[in-house]
């Protein structure tokens, strides 16, 4: 069976630090990968999302970058973060037009 | 591109009433619309889903109902338990098939 796992849980940096966020899957191949960001109380705002290994299309303007190194490898990263970088970051994988999947999340405050 | 909007942000219902959430969507070529529940601390896990060739689905107390032409679809959860107490959200994907939009999400309390 397909399992999505998405590191660290919590994380706490200071502002003008850098980010790294990994999320691989397992048991598919070629998922479509997706970033994902829950700001506190409210919706899941899509970053980034990929179809193939190095394809990254980007959703919003915003100083976060992702790559996709490897076909089951989705990273989240900043070279400086911001305050406003704070909140619940999903990594989701699909297979085709398929239901999304998402990780268990990961927990990010910019102090 | 697509926009979602969901309402109410939030909605308290007596245990063992209905509770309907409902969402708007703008782009005509979206095809695929899920319905996710998220309990607190937890990811988000899709309760049921609808395509865009089907008026209604139902799976036990939970329905989801959509009108193509309005560009509306809702859900429908009935005989409301504490267990239900949890945020919702509407999404829909475009008919480039690849981009899942999200609503802000509903707070549904269940009160026993």
């Known amino acids: 069976s397909q399992t999505i796992h998405q590191w660290p849980a919590t994380l706490v940096q200071p502002v003008g630090s850098p980010l790294s966020l990994e999320c691989t899957v397992e048991g598919t191949s070629n998922p479509n990968l997706y970033w994902y960001r829950q700001a506190a109380g409210r919706g899941l705002q899509l970053l980034f999302y990929?179809?193939?290994?190095?394809?990254i299309s980007s959703e919003v303007p915003q100083n976060l970058s992702a790559s996709r190194p490897q076909d089951r490898q989705f990273i989240l990263s900043s070279k400086k973060l911001l305050l406003s970088d704070s909140g619940f970051y999903l990594c989701a994988w699909s297979e085709g037009l398929g239901e999304l999947f998402f990780g268990e999340g990961s927990r990010l405050t910019v102090l | 591109g697509e926009n979602v909007e969901q309402h109410p942000s939030t909605l308290s219902v007596q245990e063992g009433d209905s509770a309907v959430i409902k969402c708007t969507y703008s782009d005509s070529a979206s095809n695929y619309f899920p319905w996710y529940k998220q309990e607190l601390g937890k990811r988000p896990q899709l309760i049921i889903d609808i395509r865009s060739n089907v008026g209604e689905k139902k799976d036990q107390r939970i329905a989801v109902t959509l009108n193509k032409t309005a560009k509306h679809f809702s859900l429908h959860i009935t005989e409301t338990q504490p267990e239900d107490s949890a945020v919702y959200f509407c999404?829909?994907?475009?008919?480039?098939?690849?981009?899942?939009?999200f609503g802000a999400g509903t707070r549904l309390f269940v009160k026993a």
């Open positions: 990929s179809v193939g290994i190095g394809q």
């Open positions: 999404a829909a994907r475009g008919g480039g098939g690849f981009k899942t939009i």
